[in-house]
């Protein structure tokens, strides 16, 4: 099956600071969404972004399809960002998605 | 508009048990997939329902088993629960439309099994 990759498995921040989250993924996919995941285990919809580039406030993602990677920018970081950032893809059809290992994010104030 | 949602929150069983999860689907959502996380781990696909029947199935054995009801929600069922099964159990919701469909989460259910 498909292989979802995301680094840093860690990263630690101060409040204010930028970051880049990665997921590298091993064969073409027809979606790709990023979640944050809250201390209470809520998956959060961040971006559906199967290519392209998309912005939401201070976060913004980008997907090269035939690179097979995205990217999840943060930026000016507060301590309600930090959390567990997954990355998860979609091929064959059917919606199911195959989740990476996780960023775990904390800000620092 | 009312996003997924789960019950219940948290469940403590005996290994042994049997265990059913609930789940309803965002509003306009007509398909729900069941993923299991355990601790540390990224969800992992258990199945998921379409029109009432199961489409598509993950890497887990029978005592696992679910069911869709007309209006779309959905159950999971676990038989002879194993410790290995406490885990956060997530529902997911999409609009069927082909592939690529945007997943939708509920708040999940944590069961322990002791």
């Not at chain 1, 567990?84 to 998605?97: K, R």
């Not at chain 2, 689907?25 to 199945?47: C, E, R």
């Not at chain 2, 007309?70 to 069922?77: A, K, Q, T, V």
């Not at chain 2, 885990?87 to 989460?105: V, W």
Request: a negative charge; hydrophobic letters at 30%; aromatic letters at 12%.
């Amino acid at each position: 099956g498909i292989q979802v990759e995301q680094s840093p498995p860690d990263l630690i921040l101060q409040e204010g600071a930028n970051s880049t989250l990665r997921c590298n993924f091993s064969d073409s996919v027809n979606n790709l969404q990023w979640f944050h995941q809250n201390p209470w285990g809520q998956l959060i919809n961040l971006f559906y972004i199967p290519s392209g580039t998309k912005q939401n406030g201070r976060l913004s993602a980008t997907t090269v399809a035939t690179e097979r990677y995205s990217l999840l920018y943060i930026s000016s970081s507060q301590t309600t960002d930090s959390g567990v950032y997954f990355c998860a893809v979609e091929q064959g059809g059917y919606s199911t998605l195959t989740f990476g290992k996780g960023t775990m994010l904390l800000v620092s104030p | 508009d009312a996003g997924v949602t789960q019950s219940p929150t948290h469940l403590i069983k005996t290994r042994g048990q049997q265990v059913t999860l609930r789940c309803s689907p965002k509003s306009g959502h007509d398909t729900v997939s069941w993923y299991q996380q355990a601790l540390g781990q990224g969800p992992q696909f258990i199945f998921q329902y379409y029109e009432e029947e199961e489409r598509q199935r993950g890497n887990f054995p029978d005592r696992f088993s679910g069911h869709q009801f007309p209006n779309y929600s959905s159950e999971l069922n676990v038989n002879a629960l194993l410790l290995g099964d406490s885990a956060l159990y997530l529902c997911a919701s999409s609009y069927f439309r082909d592939h690529g469909d945007e997943q939708y989460f509920g708040p999940g259910t944590r069961l322990t099994v002791t």
